[in-house]
């Protein structure tokens, strides 16, 4: 292996037997060269570099950890059942493709949630995906239970084939079948085939940061 010489005023290296007479940068002569050792080459070749330096100052653990999962971007859908004559609907961030073919979504749905309750009597539930102006929907069927009052009165609905409401004001419509779930502590993670969908409006979805900041 040939020899490595570091000039010990600029840090040049040179490679030989011998080191320079003069250092090519800064002009030092050979009597500023030092032999690099292989203990130090050595190292150098096992240096594991960090890849990915954070640039912000972190905070304590469970913080950032938390702050990492508020990042993960969503939308916003009103999920609509109905069993045993009462239909009911939540606002949910939970709703994403799983699959294309078949066309297969979940949903993860609180446990103390009416909805939760009608979707496990029935099996089924309708999704409406929310428009950037559907804040009021939001705030209709995200804040309150509907076990003691009526969230679609007064709201323009209709009922798809599978017999959920679906809201009139939103994007799209889809209706669903579970097919699966999941016990996930609070919450439940419901499986469902798409058996419905129906265009309404053009237009860009809303999604759970919009929401926030412009609620
Ligand atoms: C922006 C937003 C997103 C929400 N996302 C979810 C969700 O993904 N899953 C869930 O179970 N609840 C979610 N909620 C809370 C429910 O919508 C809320 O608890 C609702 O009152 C339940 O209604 P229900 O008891 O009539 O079913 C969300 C609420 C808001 C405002």
Redesign the pocket.
């Known amino acids: 292996m040939e020899k490595r010489w570091r000039c010990t005023v600029c840090g040049y290296i040179h490679t030989g037997e011998n080191p320079p007479e003069i250092c090519p940068i800064c002009g030092a002569d050979s009597s500023f060269f030092e032999l690099v050792s292989q203990e130090e080459e050595a190292n150098k070749s096992t240096e594991v570099k960090p890849t990915a330096q954070p640039v912000i100052p972190q905070p304590d653990r469970e913080a950032s950890l938390r702050q990492a999962l508020y990042r993960i971007s969503y939308g916003?859908y009103i999920i609509t059942a109905q069993a045993e004559g009462r239909d009911?609907?939540?606002?949910?961030?939970?709703?994403f493709q799983i699959t294309a073919e078949p066309p297969r979504l979940a949903?993860?749905?609180?446990k103390?949630?009416?909805?939760?309750e009608l979707i496990q009597k029935s099996g089924k539930f309708g999704v409406s995906v929310l428009s950037q102006t559907g804040q009021n929907h939001?705030?209709r069927?995200?804040?309150?239970?509907?076990?003691d009052f009526d969230?679609f009165e007064g709201l323009a609905v209709h009922r798809g084939e599978s017999g959920v409401l679906l809201l009139n004001d939103v994007l799209v419509t889809m209706e669903a079948t579970v097919v699966g779930q999941l016990d996930s502590g609070t919450?439940t993670l419901f499986l469902a085939d798409v058996t419905a969908g129906e265009i309404l409006q053009e237009g860009d979805p809303m999604t759970?940061a919009y929401?926030r900041s412009s609620k």
Request: aromatic residues 16%; hydrophobic residues 30%; proline residues 0%.
């Open positions: 916003l009911n609907g939540q606002c949910a961030n939970t709703c949903i993860g749905i609180n103390i949630n009416f909805t939760h939001a705030r069927f995200g804040y309150r239970t509907g076990r969230k919450h759970y929401f």
